[in-house]
Structure formats: structure tokens, C-alpha cells
């Protein structure tokens, strides 16, 4: 590995923000770190960066302990969610700021500086102000600044998070571009983020992190299909992986004494007693054949609803492929797509998953 962490651990005040993680990254790659709010993606970057320092535990790069290198030596780059520029200065200047600094001779400041503008899609404004920028513009700039650097390791901590959405999907895209097609085979870029579909478009590996603490490791999509365990399942899908709890008994899953399932395929080697079931919210859909639920909340968004309901104990929302207007307290029938099913065991440890029994986990 070209840059691996050790046992690293950050315990500030009462809490920690980085608890005994280790990973390995390799040079050429992506690496997507997926967490929620707190879960110490941010901590981990800044560690990478040397701008906090773990209480124990070591990150090397190429063999070399990172601790013994001064910060402004680490030849590492960040980009952060409150994109940084510099006002009076415009776009060009910007980006060549960094090269000023190392003294980065004429001739090559402007090949790196004008190659870096492109590739982020703003030719033309090298002579462009900040101030007369939009904010995924700005975002741009902050970036093509990171990619002049030519630096080994690129840090990005959840660029997109502050644009609006339609900004934010096209930007991810271009992300996706630039990252896969052309990144360099000698640097590795980690991207932290609370969203499940940058991981996958991004591609490369996923790490998993909750709670300081690393859960899952893999390709993006080996994690989307086969979620280690329920915490996982919850952290990958957005909305998060509904959970209901059950048991296998006289071939049936019996989730309550109303809601019984016919056990699919790839259960077939499961044995009788409690599980604990993951259905996605785009796997449930209304059904005149469905099981009864009452309608606690309905969200259009786009060409989709989100429809929050609940049978007795059980409450799950539905990802339905459509816009329709609900009542609350109205009955709806939802149907699960016994095909799509999870199972977990009690300690929430994946025991069966739709995609393994196809030989794709």
C-alpha cells in the first residue's frame, strides 16, 4: 500500500472522532470515504493532512511516517465544503497561488495553471473575478487550485454538499470525468461524503466510516449490493434501508401476524428463527395485492414520492416512481419485492443477500 494508517486514534474532550482505523490506500485510486454527519470523515482528512495529530497511531506514505513531516512538505492537497479562494485575485491567479509560493517556474505555472482551469470547465475565465462567479463556479476554482498543485494526495471534504441540487448533479458528473479518465496514475484522491450515489458514481473503493470507526471496506459497488451489516445497510441507501425485524417459520417470513412473505430464492438455505429484514424503499410499490398501511407523511421530490407508512409496530418509507398527492392517516396497500430481500442476523450481521445467491456478492 502507498499510503496506509495505522490504529489511528483522536480523542478530543470525551469523544472520539477517529477510534483505532486502519485502511490501506493504493496510488491511482479513489477512495470514497461514506459516513454520516460526525461519523469522522472529516477528522480523517485533516489526519491525512497532518492538520490534527491522532493521540496514537501512525499514517505513512511510500514508507514514510507522515508525522515527521511538516504540514507545508506533505505535498497534499485539500479541498473543503466552504470552498476557499482568495477574492482580490481572479480565476488564473487564484489557481497559480500555490505555485507562486513553491516557486514554480513561468513557463510551467501557466501549463499547469491553464490545464487545471480547463479540465474543470472554465476556460475562457481566467480573467474572471471571483466575486463575479457563481457558487459552482467558485467551487471550480477551489479545485483546479488542488489539481495545479499536482499534489500526491488529494483531499476533498464534501465539496458539493453547499450547492444546490441541480448544481450538485452536474458537478458530480464532471467529478466523476475528471477523476476517472483523468487522474493521475501517481496520486491518490480521497473523497468524503454523506451521499450513497456519489460513492457509486465515483466509483473505486468505498470506506464505510461511523462513529470513528471503519465498518466496511470495498468496491462501491460490492458495498451497495452486500452492506456488512444493518448500521451499514442504513449508512449506504438514502433513504436509508427499511429494517424489520421478523422470523423464518413454516416457509414463511412473518414479519407480524398480518404481514407474511413467501421466503425468496436465495433464503432457501436459511433456517428458522428471528431475522431481521432489509427491504430498499425503490423495492416497496403500491399494490391492490399489498399489505395494509396507514400514510404518516408523503414528500414529492422530482418525479418521485417518498411515502412514510406504518402497520402496526412496523414503519418504513417507499421510494415510489411517481407523483401522487397522499393524506395522512389515508390506507394504502404496499407490496415488497420478496426477490430484492435482505437478512441479517440478531447481532445484525448480513446473513443473506439477493445479489450473493447470483454469484455478483
Do not use: C
Not at 218 to 229: Q, V
Not at 294 to 304: D, K, P, Q, W, Y
Amino acid at each position: 500500500m502507498d499510503l496506509l494508517a495505522k490504529e489511528l486514534v483522536y480523542k478530543p474532550d470525551t469523544e472520539f472522532h477517529l477510534n483505532n482505523i486502519s485502511f490501506g490506500m493504493k496510488k491511482g485510486e479513489i477512495y470514497t470515504i461514506l459516513g454520516r454527519t460526525l461519523s469522522g470523515k472529516t477528522t480523517l482528512l485533516k489526519a491525512i493532512a497532518g492538520l490534527v495529530n491522532p493521540q496514537s497511531g501512525r499514517i505513512l506514505f511510500d514508507g514514510a511516517d507522515l508525522s515527521r513531516v511538516p504540514v507545508w512538505k506533505r505535498n497534499i492537497a485539500m479541498v473543503y465544503q466552504q470552498f476557499i479562494n482568495y477574492p482580490h485575485l481572479n480565476v488564473f491567479d487564484n489557481v497559480a497561488f500555490p505555485l507562486r509560493q513553491r516557486g514554480v517556474s513561468d513557463k510551467e505555472l501557466k501549463s499547469r495553471v491553464y490545464d487545471a482551469i480547463e479540465r474543470v470547465g472554465l476556460k475562457d475565465f481566467e480573467s474572471r473575478k471571483i466575486q463575479a462567479l457563481s457558487g459552482g463556479q467558485q467551487q471550480r476554482v477551489a479545485l483546479a487550485r488542488s489539481l495545479a498543485k499536482q499534489a500526491k494526495i488529494l483531499l476533498l471534504d464534501e465539496p458539493l454538499v453547499n450547492l444546490d441540487y441541480k448544481l450538485r448533479e452536474q458537478l458530480r458528473e464532471e467529478f466523476g470525468r475528471i477523476f476517472t479518465s483523468e487522474f493521475s496514475s501517481e496520486s491518490i484522491l480521497v473523497y468524503s461524503s454523506t451521499d450513497p450515489m456519489e460513492a457509486m458514481q465515483l466509483g473505486g473503493e468505498t470506506i464505510v466510516l461511523d462513529e470513528g470507526q471503519i465498518l466496511q471496506q470495498g468496491p462501491a459497488s460490492e458495498i451497495f449490493e452486500n452492506p456488512a451489516t444493518t448500521r451499514v445497510a442504513e449508512i449506504t441507501n438514502d433513504p436509508a434501508m427499511n429494517l424489520l425485524p421478523g422470523v423464518i417459520e413454516d416457509s414463511k417470513i412473518v414479519i407480524d401476524s398480518k404481514m407474511k412473505l413467501t421466503i425468496p430464492l436465495h433464503f432457501r438455505e436459511l433456517s428458522s428463527g428471528q431475522y431481521t429484514f432489509g427491504i430498499r424503499a425503490s423495492d416497496i410499490s403500491l399494490s391492490k395485492k399489498g399489505h395494509g398501511f396507514t400514510v404518516e407523511l408523503a414528500e414529492i421530490s422530482g418525479s418521485e414520492t417518498f411515502l412514510h407508512a406504518r402497520h402496526d409496530d412496523v414503519s418504513l418509507v417507499g421510494q415510489l416512481d411517481l407523483v401522487k398527492n397522499f393524506n395522512v392517516g389515508e390506507a394504502v396497500n404496499l407490496q415488497f419485492d420478496a426477490q430484492k430481500l435482505y437478512a441479517f442476523s440478531a447481532d445484525g450481521n448480513l446473513v443473506s443477500s439477493p445479489f450473493q445467491e447470483f454469484g455478483r456478492g
